[in-house]
């Protein structure tokens, strides 16, 4: 199957617009409150503090969604899954199944780069408590759905976590008529309308890592099969 090839002006553009937004107050209010008042161990550093957007490979065929950026990663960052726990683990994994060229992500110019993927976020500024509000998840609906359709080699979502693949369906639900229920599990794929796959994964957190919910050999798998639906 041809590649299409995409402009990577498109995503300029859009990436200008998800940072200069300001449409929940709220969100805005969080953000600033987290980069002002910031983490004992990083108390010298200056927080990104604005929305975050997506990175990657914009001819990729997958596409990597976690809810938002975390409080003192991305949000610190400026870079989704940059800096925290979670992308720790998170890149151990995509690396060992040969989605990016490094097994860390630290901080925003740190020389990674994925291959035949793309990760973001359904909500672009961390919400308090990681609980979106309705409203502020269909603001940035309007991101996420050029995001998608940007990507025009998309053949396969991954959800990180049951909140990320909950707010994907509700998006899905949003825009397209979805016949059969959709349950989170991990490793449990479907087939969207837009004939999509969407697949299921365990969040990377320390507390899925540590309780053995998930481990670099489990997550690693999954992606390698995620590949191969691609």
Not at 72 to 80: A, K, L, P, S
Not at 124 to 147: A, I, R, T
Not at 201 to 230: D, Q
Request: hydrophobic residues 35%; proline residues 4%; contains cysteine.
């Amino acid at each position: 199957m041809q590649i299409k090839k995409i402009n990577n002006t498109v995503f300029e553009k859009l990436n200008k617009k998800i940072i200069a937004c300001n449409k929940c107050s709220r969100l805005v209010k969080f953000r600033k409150k987290i980069s002002t008042e910031k983490r004992k161990q990083y108390i010298k550093e200056t927080y990104w503090g604005k929305p975050i957007t997506g990175f990657g490979d914009h001819n990729g065929k997958i596409l990597f969604v976690g809810l938002a950026p975390a409080a003192h990663g991305g949000t610190r960052t400026g870079r989704v899954f940059t800096g925290d726990r979670s992308s720790e683990f998170l890149y151990k994994c995509l690396y060992k199944a040969n989605i990016s060229n490094q097994p860390k992500s630290e901080y925003r110019d740190d020389g990674l780069k994925l291959k035949k993927a793309y990760i973001t976020t359904a909500l672009k500024c961390v919400p308090p408590g990681d609980k979106p509000k309705k409203n502020e998840l269909d603001n940035c609906f309007s991101f996420f759905n050029s995001e998608i359709t940007s990507l025009q080699n998309l053949k396969v979502i991954v959800a990180l976590g049951k909140i990320a693949f909950d707010a994907c369906t509700y998006f899905y639900k949003s825009k397209y008529k979805l016949n059969k229920k959709i349950n989170f599990a991990h490793d449990k794929v479907y087939k969207l309308p837009n004939n999509i796959f969407l697949v299921g994964c365990y969040h990377p957190s320390p507390r899925n890592v540590n309780t053995g919910r998930i481990n670099e050999t489990k997550m690693t798998n999954l992606f390698r099969k995620v590949l191969k639906l691609a």
